[in-house]
């Protein structure tokens, strides 16, 4: 049963950098909440801020003030150490450019996260099979990403993200490098892993058609939410 | 800390197993010549020590030699002692010696030498003169008049272009001989010994009878050393202290005592160079393999950024890196054992030679292997360390963007 208290509250968040003299304002107060089970889609046109928001999200990038509490837990002053654990255990993110190890098999880009979380390596060998057989890699385990299609290697960043069934999944534009019909392959998982397991998805996408598969849209222009609507099928 | 070096195992094995295979073996191969340069030039330096310590055991001062005590010219009673040390269990042999400076002259030539008297008989048990007579024979226990020369003095020997000479004394030849106490002799040259060393080849020999009718000391019992030889080596500080248990007054040295004095005037030349050659290959070593584990974790910047970004720990990433500096060295000490093995063959085959025939060969100890194999290790931690602790260091979005 999902409950109704938010897993995810955002409140007045700001990232400002500078670019030479001139200080960027890459996102200039953003506060909204999520739900469990949510599959939200934020959107918005190129600098925008919904990379730098993800960022911040998965843990990669720090705010420059604001609130983001993820269970009521203040995430963004944890120590380092504590945050690079609660990023393997309770979170997932799928890099825009698949992020993979080259010289690791698929299965071995999978696994190394379980044996970070001290799995034996059977068990994570196992673990990271089952993810990959869910995304349709089961037959590919031990190829390297230069022998994958792009659209496969992306399958493998889904699977590396979760294997471990992690809390929330952050996506950061999962189909930009890839074609229609493999991006409609990806965003089917995204859609099964949220259905079928429950999974709260977070992904940033500029594709107006992606959002027939999500439930909520943020829409962001010049680092400020410009609209937040449930979408109903 | 386990699972760190699972994870860190596993990327560095990866890594290893389908990283580039030319850059694999070039960082190999380099690293072997390292490992090669910081053993080749000191285990040739100990095949010369080797070869010097040979020669002194051999010549000049046997296992254990006795020499006079302070303020003595003489050993005195040298046959009681003599007798005392022969009934020893440890001792194969011993010998007495004389020992006085002179002048040689032949034609118009004249060199200053050291003349050994030494008991011919004797001689045969503890040093190696009976063996290195190159041409007529060795002295007998009755020779008078007779004497040896080294091929140095001789003018015929390798080397004798370099030292005054007699120049080209023959068997048969009579030279004369002008002692410290002003006696002139006249002696047939009855050999030419030639032991390719100066200990040797700069020196005469005449009977111990002749020497102590010369020195006036016959009957006396006296001598300059005795020379003795253990029945096991490594008996040395056993034997010495049983003499020394004898009540002897005279001074006891083992071969590694006299050994130490002279190596360490000998070879003080070659031990700077051998501290300067290892510092520059430790120096050139040092920064070849950090520049290379740089290089290698630099390009990998992006990758070590993806795994933190995974939930990696960088203490996984760290220990990875040295996983693969390790490996390399390892491979480099094998590769450069290997070469070593090759030259070691080549130099049987092909030795460096001075004089024209003192053969150096490489001496490789095991303490020396220890020493480099640790060194090697060391660096390679270090290495395979620090670059990938600066990248961990990094923010994750400096190492997989290169943000500035």
Not at chain 1, 133 to 150: A, N, T
Not at chain 2, 36 to 46: D, M, Q, T, V
Not at chain 2, 100 to 115: C, D, F, H, M, P
Not at chain 2, 225 to 238: H, L, N, P
Request: glycine share 8%.
């Amino acid at each position: 049963m999902k409950s109704e208290e938010p897993i995810i509250k955002i409140r007045n968040l700001k990232r400002h950098y500078k670019t030479g003299k001139v200080i960027v304002k890459a996102l200039n107060g953003v506060s909204f909440d999520v739900r469990e089970g949510e599959f939200l889609a934020i959107m918005g046109p190129s600098g925008s801020g919904k990379t730098t928001l993800l960022r911040i999200l998965g843990l990669i990038d720090k705010p420059t003030s604001g609130q983001y509490t993820i269970k009521n837990l203040d995430v963004v002053n944890l120590p380092e150490e504590e945050k690079i654990f609660y990023r393997l255990t309770q979170l997932g993110y799928v890099f825009q450019d698949y992020a993979l190890v080259n010289e690791m098999s698929a299965i071995e880009n999978v696994y190394i996260i379980s044996l970070m979380e001290d799995l034996s390596k059977e068990q994570s060998q196992e673990t990271a099979k089952l993810a990959l057989e869910r995304v349709g890699l089961g037959d590919k385990l031990d190829r390297i990403p230069d022998q994958l299609s792009g659209g496969e290697k992306q399958r493998v960043a889904v699977a590396r993200a979760i294997s471990k069934t992690p809390k929330i999944l952050f996506a950061d534009e999962p189909c930009a490098n890839l074609d229609t019909k493999t991006s409609r392959q990806m965003l089917e998982i995204f859609k099964m892993l949220n259905e079928k397991y429950g999974q709260t998805i977070v992904m940033v996408t500029h594709e107006d058609w992606h959002t027939e598969f999500v439930s909520r849209i943020i829409n962001l222009k010049d680092g400020r939410i410009t609209s937040d609507k449930k979408v109903y099928k | 800390m386990f699972k760190d070096v699972k994870v860190g195992f596993l990327t560095a094995k990866s890594s290893v197993k389908r990283g580039n295979k030319k850059t694999t073996i070039f960082i190999i191969f380099v690293l072997s010549l390292i490992f090669l340069n910081l053993i080749f030039l000191p285990s040739l330096i100990n095949g010369m020590m080797k070869l010097f310590v040979g020669f002194v055991q051999d010549y000049a001062y046997g296992d254990v030699v006795i020499e006079p005590a302070d303020g003595n010219v003489y050993i005195n009673d040298a046959d009681n002692i003599l007798t005392k040390i022969r009934s020893l269990n440890d001792v194969e042999a011993a010998a007495k010696r004389l020992t006085v400076g002179a002048s040689l002259a032949y034609e118009q030539k004249e060199v200053g030498v050291t003349i050994l008297g030494v008991v011919p008989s004797d001689e045969e048990k503890v040093s190696l003169y009976p063996y290195i007579v190159k041409e007529g024979d060795f002295l007998g226990d009755l020779s008078r008049n007779e004497i040896i020369v080294g091929a140095m003095i001789a003018g015929t020997g390798p080397g004798s272009e370099i030292y005054d000479n007699l120049g080209e004394v023959k068997i048969g030849s009579l030279i004369n001989a002008t002692y410290g106490n002003n006696l002139k002799k006249i002696y047939k040259v009855k050999g030419i010994q030639e032991g390719t060393f100066e200990l040797t080849d700069l020196n005469a020999l005449v009977s111990f009878k002749e020497l102590e009718s010369v020195l006036g000391i016959e009957g006396e019992h006296k001598a300059s050393s005795i020379v003795i030889r253990v029945q096991k080596a490594g008996e040395e500080a056993d034997v010495k202290s049983q003499i020394l248990g004898m009540g002897i007054k005279d001074k006891v040295f083992t071969w590694q005592e006299k050994a130490e004095v002279l190596i360490k005037q000998a070879t003080q030349s070659m031990s700077t160079l051998d501290i300067v050659s290892k510092i520059v290959s430790l120096i050139i070593g040092a920064s070849l393999i950090f520049i290379v584990n740089y290089i290698n974790t630099l390009n990998r910047k992006k990758e070590i950024g993806i795994l933190k970004a995974v939930g990696v720990s960088p203490a996984s990433v760290i220990i990875s890196y040295i996983f693969i500096s390790l490996f390399y060295v390892m491979m480099g000490i094998i590769l450069g054992l290997v070469l070593f093995l090759f030259l070691t063959l080549y130099l049987q085959t092909n030795p460096i030679t001075f004089y024209g025939s003192l053969k150096i060969y490489p001496v490789l100890e095991l303490s020396l292997l220890m020493q480099s194999i640790l060194i090697m290790i060391t660096m390679s931690l270090i290495a395979g360390f620090l670059p990938s602790w600066l990248v961990t260091k990094e923010s994750i979005l400096d190492a997989i963007w290169s943000r500035e």
